[in-house]
């Protein structure tokens, strides 16, 4: 017994057998638990389990597996996860290391390190053959949870020694797996910082550390379980480099052992970039492992990965130190590599991998400090200059704050290469400069700009100093065995600016790169006029550049209706190429289409240009006609060779195979498999083009002929179910040659034959107009016709200009076509998502269908009773004999429908119903007047009035459906002008004209708002704003382009006979507005007089007057205006009077329709009153009778009670009237008498009406007529000494000299006033002899009106004239005037468009002459006459000098 008390258990007797523990336990009965016996069955078990312990295999054992030779914790381990306290299992662990501690005679604490780091070892231990791996399997990771907080424990009572373990894992370390490491980094056991800084060669954890991290990426693709794990692997090891690594350190406590973690941090990551960055040196595939390895370590480069653990000043650090390496990586590159290289280092060029580097390195940095930091690096390193370059391409394509900082980098390199002379400095700013400009003109200024704006000019970085011209071509002349031929061809095309006595300089290396280029068999006659000198692309053969270019020139002439200014340069300065390449390449012969093209009228302009020779052109006619009868010739053979051939014959035999196999839809491989075929074939019968490489922008589209050709006519399809019509469609899409037939006789069968197509093949067409929708990415732009301003619009906008509603035929057509697509798409694409559905369904086509039910079917209008059978639509569509009122009721009614009525895309807006409405044509629409005009009061106050703006409607703001109704028929009248004409359709009727129905709607409307407005003060607000009509012109007005091109003009001219148009159908009292001073009401005319002055008056066909039906619109509205006031002929007479300096023209116009206004006005105001009319009025009446007195056979009256200006109008209107010379002398000898404002006054209308005979000639009155006229008076004026040249001084300033003349310059348009110039040197020959003498004015307005008439012939700005006056002491016996003028850029091209023009105007006294020169840029010697004075040209160098002399007096 004390054997076993003091050392073993009892042994069984060895007669008894040993039964199984089951068998012992069935055996005993079972007996009740008692507390004491827990404490001594403790006790025992914890005897036997000291007997023959390791505590390494103990370790191990707590993690759960069971060993045979060991004893096992499995069920404490069990009871610790199922939530019972492991109390029992970390103690005793705790008490058999510290009595194994004390039999070894060793530390505790150190024990357990070397134990724990043991176990550890053999938890890592991978099978023998195996790789290495960084992360644990499952298994591993259950038992280094166990061990950790086994661990933790002994951390927690202080049993366990940090320092002993991290010596003891470094033992270990080629055995340890990094996710491990990182364990105990993560449970705060043993940090990643005292880990590292605990071994004393810091190379050797360097290369354990990278070598980890790497398996880690390596192995990352692979676990796709583990990749979370991993990412926090890499991202804390990441966040401790970081931040260790780039931290601020103060001087005071820098030492060996502070300094040894920051180096191992920031080595390791240098190894990491290193592998980067030679890893993306080669060209790796996307699907190798060092693809997804880099990849996976650009991750660690996401701000976002590190938050807040990481101070923003250290992530900057990291990201600078990252740049910096990048830049200065391996470099072996010389810079003439870089200059030979660079255009392959361009940002598309560039490995992704690398622009991703470089794009997250950016975001931490704003562009600034990038541009510093860049400029650093090149100042203080030998850099790799692919690096640096695709650098700069990056930053200047991501960032677009950096392109103007990279331009005043390159401004600082500059001005340091031409200071310093610094080498350097300049071929670093040429390769940036040159690396910017690849990424295009959006991006960058293109080279040759830069290189023209940094020596193209006085003011250019090279100063024109010897010293600093020799270092440039010096620089340059270095370049040239290495450098592409483009950038060579810009130093030649755009010199730098040589003064004369260094231009050998110049010669010198013009003559070196031109030797160049010719040994690269590079010719620069053979560049091109739009060739792209920055472009990276290989130098492409002559003639293709050529057609590039008459391309690109019939692109810019349909822009602007002009030749290009480059070709006309081209034609003089480069007359070789534009003769022998640019004129073949356009005159190549083809077959003339019918209506002239833009080509066409491109080649009539060059011809009446005379920049076609004659004979070139009567050959290409010639050329053109033979093409036209070789084609016919061929035609007539395919005719007579049977039939079409063949292949048309195989096509029909692939389409009947189809037709079978559509049948079954779900033999979608068979199917797939014979459009594959048909394709084929159709290629064949197209004549085997290859439409692969074909990037057609736009599709042609000509509708002059109905006659369809027998491939057109051939192919009719029922069955629409399956995919295979979306296949075929898209295959069809392919054929780029066959889409224009395809448009063609889809428009022919909708325009000619729609009435006559069967419901099923309505059904086909819709079908087909849906899936062509679906593939409109394939589609390109549609052209509508074949003129040279021939629309261009997308397949998405074809259906609804397709299909119009202008007439009974065209809405029987539209509704059946829109019912059956939107049926057929509803039940095509039900089972994919709303998206999808929402995207093929054509937005016009619902909205048509909207406007069409809701105007046809009165059942349609009113609340909707929605139904939720989807294929109740295509149902109704499926029968042989279709009820369309009834599908369109059936698909009005789906919830399906409806639903898409809400999206924005498909509402149909006042705006669009409107537009719709004013197509129709009143006179042959499918309902009735009374019928039509139902339906527009219930769409105008029941449906749109009421309804919100969000969902189309006016939000019940009656003014605002107004507003929106005038802004529609302006656009309408504007739109239908400009229609492309569709030949026999309905469609070619085009006009400016107003859709009756909507003009009586809006007339209604406004009469309501105007009969609330003149309720009274307690009501209608005061309307002081103005009229909305106004407002909604000066805001249109406002919108348009300024452009002074004849083109822009006319629009713009046409746009305000819409609004005058719009006016006259409007009540006349809108043109007045009132103003309410409690129960006083007063009239005004600011608006009206606004639009008067500023827009109406310049597009009026007679000097100095409006129309006569606008005048006579304003009078009546004023008479209506002034009834509600208190003393009606007071506000008439105060709205005339402001007339007179306001808006004179109104009273000038009154004169000249006075007798067609006085019976109107006369009525109208006896209807109200019985008093005579308002003084004012009869004002004009007085004027009137005044004018007529001077004609023959009438009494003189006196124009005492006339204002002078009035009076000299009304004669000049009926001296015009009369057209007879001999009738104008006889009115000025009674006008002899009369006042010098009045003489004054005439003389200016005489003048209008001299212009008025060259812009608007008429027989009564001719050019020569009116001159006469103006001599005359020119000559009543010189004859009583009064003045006159004031007329030619009028500014919009006042001054005291011109006061009472300055309401002239408000009665003529501004097209008169700047031909003003022209009207003075017209009567040159008539001036007095005395002039000079007696007005000392004379000599400046000369000069001014010189000036004014220059600027007139170069298309200039009187704003950007400046002129500077000198007068001699002599008292005006001698004058200069030094000048320069600088024309619009966006001019009409002009001899003189291309540069600002100066020069002297010189009037000498003694000599009595005026002369004038004129310093230029000339294309080319001219001669013409101007008013009988000689144009003289004296060329000196390059700049010609133009010497005008005007003109000379007698002595």
């Given amino acids: 017994m004390s054997a076993w008390s003091a050392d073993s258990p009892p042994v069984p007797a060895p007669s008894r057998r040993r039964r199984p523990l089951s068998e012992l336990l069935a055996g005993r009965v079972k007996q009740k638990y008692k507390p004491e016996r827990e404490q001594k069955l403790q006790e025992a078990a914890v005897f036997l389990l000291k007997r023959h312990q390791n505590l390494n295999d103990l370790f191990l054992e707590v993690g759960g597996i069971q060993c045979k030779k060991t004893l096992c914790f499995t069920s404490l381990i069990d009871h610790e996860i199922s939530g019972v306290p492991g109390t029992h299992s970390k103690s005793f662990i705790v008490s058999t290391v510290q009595e194994q501690a004390s039999k070894l005679g060793v530390p505790v604490g150190i024990l357990s390190a070397r134990t724990a780091a043991s176990s550890l070892e053999q938890l890592c231990q991978v099978p023998e053959g195996s790789r290495q791996a960084a992360l644990l399997n499952l298994e591993q990771r259950k038992k280094l949870s166990s061990l950790l907080d086994i661990v933790q424990d002994l951390l927690e009572r202080g049993l366990f020694c ?100 920051p180096q191992i941090c920031i080595a390791v990551l240098q190894k990491i970039l290193t592998y980067i960055l030679s890893a993306l040196a080669t060209e790796i595939q996307e699907e190798s492992s060092t693809f997804k390895t880099v990849k996976c370590w650009l991750n660690m480069f996401r701000c976002s990965v590190y938050g807040s653990m990481v101070s923003p000043d250290s992530l900057q650090k990291f990201f600078s130190y990252t740049l910096t390496q990048i830049l200065i990586y391996n470099p072996v590159l010389k810079v003439c590599d870089a200059v030979q290289r660079q255009k392959d280092w361009s940002f598309a060029r560039t490995c992704p991998l690398l622009t991703t580097l470089y794009r997250r390195l950016f975001v931490i940095f704003n562009p600034k400090l990038l541009i510093e930091h860049l400029q650093e690096v090149l100042e203080t390193h030998e850099v790799n200059w692919q690096l640096v370059l695709s650098c700069v391409s990056t930053l200047v394509v991501c960032l677009a704050e950096a392109q103007q900082l990279v331009k005043d980098f390159l401004a600082h390199l500059m001005i340091k290469a031409f200071e310093s002379y610094d080498l350097e400095s300049m071929i670093t700013a040429f390769l940036i400069a040159r690396q910017a400009a690849l990424e295009g003109p959006s991006v960058f200024i293109p080279y040759a700009e830069w290189f023209k704006v940094s020596f193209g000019n006085v003011s250019g970085y090279h100063g024109c100093s010897k010293k600093a011209l020799v270092f440039l071509f010096k620089f340059l002349s270095d370049l040239v065995p290495f450098e592409a031929p483009q950038y060579m061809k810009i130093h ?7 003064p004369v006595k260094y231009r050998s300089l110049l010669m010198e290396y013009i003559t070196l790169a031109k030797t160049r280029l010719a040994d690269l068999k590079v010719a620069m006659e053979d560049m091109g006029l739009y060739e792209d000198l920055s472009s990276t692309k290989e130098v492409i053969e002559p003639h293709c550049q050529a057609q590039q270019d008459v391309e690109k020139a019939i692109q810019v002439f349909e822009q602007t209706g002009k030749i290009p200014v480059t070709v006309m340069e081209a034609s003089i300065f480069r007359k070789p190429y534009y003769v022998s390449r640019f004129l073949p390449a356009l005159l190549i012969p083809r077959v003339l289409p019918g209506t002239p093209d833009s080509r066409m009228v491109f080649i009539d302009s060059l011809r009446r240009a005379d920049k076609l020779p004659p004979n070139l052109y009567s050959n290409y006619l010639q050329a053109c006609s033979t093409a036209e009868e070789r084609q016919l010739e061929d035609q007539v053979m395919k005719m007579e060779s049977g039939n ?74 029922k069955y629409l179910q399956g995919c295979w019509p979306s296949l075929f469609v898209k295959m069809i899409c392919g054929h780029r040659h066959l889409l224009p037939a395809l448009f063609a006789r889809f428009y022919q069968l909708i325009y000619h034959q729609g009435e006559c197509l069967s419901d099923i093949h309505v059904l086909g067409l819709a ?128 919830k399906n429908f409806q639903k898409l009525l809400k999206e924005k895309q498909f509402q149909l807006t006042y705006r669009d119903w409107l537009l719709f409405e004013m197509e129709v044509k009143p006179d042959n629409d499918i309902i009735s007047d009374s019928e039509r005009q139902y339906f527009h009061h219930w769409a105008l106050y029941q449906q749109y009035l009421p309804e919100s703006s969000v969902a ?121 507005s009132t103003h309410v001073s409690g129960w006083q009401r007063s009239l005004h005319c600011e608006d009206f007089f606004h639009f008067v002055n500023n827009e109406l008056k310049n597009i009026s066909p007679r000097e100095c007057a409006l129309a006569h039906d606008i005048i006579i619109h304003f009078f009546r509205g004023l008479l209506s205006a002034c009834l509600n006031c208190k003393d009606p002929s007071k506000e008439v007479n105060l709205i005339l009077t402001a007339c007179q300096t306001h808006c004179p023209i109104i009273l000038s116009s009154a004169v000249l329709w006075w007798p067609r206004l006085e019976p109107v006005l006369q009525c109208q105001w006896k209807r109200h009153f019985k008093t005579a009319l308002p003084q004012e009025v009869a004002h004009i009446a007085t004027c009137q009778q005044f004018a007529r007195s001077f004609l023959p056979a009438e009494a003189a009256l006196s124009f005492k009670h006339c204002t002078p200006w009035i009076a000299a109008v009304s004669v000049h209107f009926a001296v015009h009237q009369q057209g007879d010379p001999e009738t104008t002398k006889q009115v000025l000898k009674k006008l002899v ?6 003489l004054v006054s005439f003389f200016f209308f005489s003048l209008m009406g001299l212009l008025s005979s060259y812009l608007a000639p008429n027989e009564g009155m001719n050019s020569q007529k009116s001159l006469d006229v103006c001599a005359e008076v020119l000559g009543c004026l010189e004859k009583r000494k009064l003045s006159w040249l004031v007329l030619f001084q009028l500014t919009k300033k006042e001054n005291s000299s011109n006061g009472r003349y300055q309401i002239l310059q408000h009665l003529a348009s501004d097209q008169y006033l700047r031909l003003l110039p022209f009207a003075f040197y017209s009567l040159v020959a008539y001036f007095d002899d005395d002039l000079f003498n007696r ?75 005026v002369s004038a020169s004129l310093i230029t840029k000339m294309s080319k010697k001219k001669l013409f006459k101007l008013n009988g004075g000689n144009v003289k040209i004296f060329t000196w160098g390059f700049y010609p000098s133009l010497h005008i002399k005007m003109f000379r007096f007698k002595s």
């Fill in 644 to 717: 079409a051939g063949e292949p048309l014959e195989q096509l029909k035999g692939e389409l009947e195979d189809l037709r079978s196999l559509i049948i079954n839809p779900a033999n979608y491989d068979a199917l797939s498999a014979q459009i594959a075929v048909i394709s084929e074939k159709l290629k064949v019968v197209l004549g085997d083009r290859d439409d692969s490489g074909i990037e057609t922008s736009r599709i042609h589209l000509h509708f002059h002929s109905a006659k369809l050709g027998q491939g057109e006519q051939k192919v009719s399809m």
């Fill in 767 to 894: 079908a087909l107009a849906v899936h062509l929708n679906e593939s409109k990415s394939l589609v390109p732009e549609l052209v509508l016709g074949s003129s040279a301003h021939a629309k261009t619009q997308l397949v998405t906008e074809f259906w609804e200009n397709l299909l119009s509603c202008r007439s009974q035929k065209s809405f029987s057509i539209c509704i059946r076509f829109c019912v059956a697509a939107i049926s057929y798409t509803l039940c095509k694409f039900s089972s994919h998502s709303y998206d999808v559905l929402c995207d093929c369904l054509p937005a016009g086509l619902v909205k048509k269908v909207q406007f069409v039910v809701l105007r046809m079917y009165l059942e349609a209008r009113g609340t909707i009773c929605q139904e939720d059978d989807v294929d109740l639509p295509w149902q109704n569509l499926s029968s042989s004999s279709i009820d369309w009122k009834k599908a369109a009721l059936c698909l009005w009614k789906q």
């Fill in 952 to 1072: 189309g409607g006016c939000d019940g703001d009656l003014e605002k459906a107004c507003s929106i109704l005038v802004e529609t028929m302006v656009d309408f009248c504007l739109r239908s002008s400009s229609c492309p004409p569709l030949e026999n359709s309905e469609s070619s009727i085009c006009g400016n004209i107003l859709n009756r129905d909507i003009l009586s709607r809006l007339q209604e409307m406004v009469l309501e708002l105007e009969l609330e407005r003149w309720r009274g003060p307690s009501f209608g607000p005061s309307d002081d704003g103005g009229h909305f009509t106004f407002r909604i012109f000066q805001k249109r007005l406002q919108a348009i382009e300024n452009d002074s091109t004849v083109g822009k003009r006319l629009l713009k001219q046409q746009e305000l006979l819409v609004y005058k148009s719009i006016l006259m159908g409007l009540p006349p009292s809108v043109l007045i």
């Fill in 1233 to 1238: 008498c009369e006042g010098e404002e009045l």
């Fill in 1335 to 1409: 007005e000392h004015a004379f000599p400046y307005v000369t000069v001014d009106m010189y000036l004014k008439l220059v600027q007139l012939f170069v298309a200039g700005e009187t704003s950007v004239i400046s002129a500077k006056a000198h007068l001699s002491p002599e008292h005006g016996k001698q004058c200069s005037i030094f000048y320069k003028i600088k024309p619009k850029t966006s001019s009409s091209p002009s001899l003189l468009s291309d540069t600002s023009i100066g020069g002297s105007f010189r009037i000498d006294n003694k000599s009595t002459s």
């Fill in 492 to 498: 030649i095309l755009h010199p730098p600016l040589v």
């Fill in 162 to 261: 940090r320092v002993s373990f991290c010596q003891e894992l470094w033992k270990v370390q080629h055995s340890l797996v990094l996710e491990a490491v990182w364990q105990l980094h993560s449970k705060s056991i043993i940090g990643l910082e005292e880990l590292i800084e605990s071994h004393s060669d810091s190379q050797t954890v360097v290369d354990w550390v990278y070598n980890n991290l790497f398996l880690v990426c390596e192995q990352i693709e692979n676990a796709i379980k583990e990749v979370d794990v991993a990412e926090h692997i890499l991202s804390d090891f990441m966040r401790i480099f970081i931040q260790r690594g780039f931290q601020k350190v103060p001087d005071l406590r820098r030492n060996v052992e502070l300094e040894k973690m």
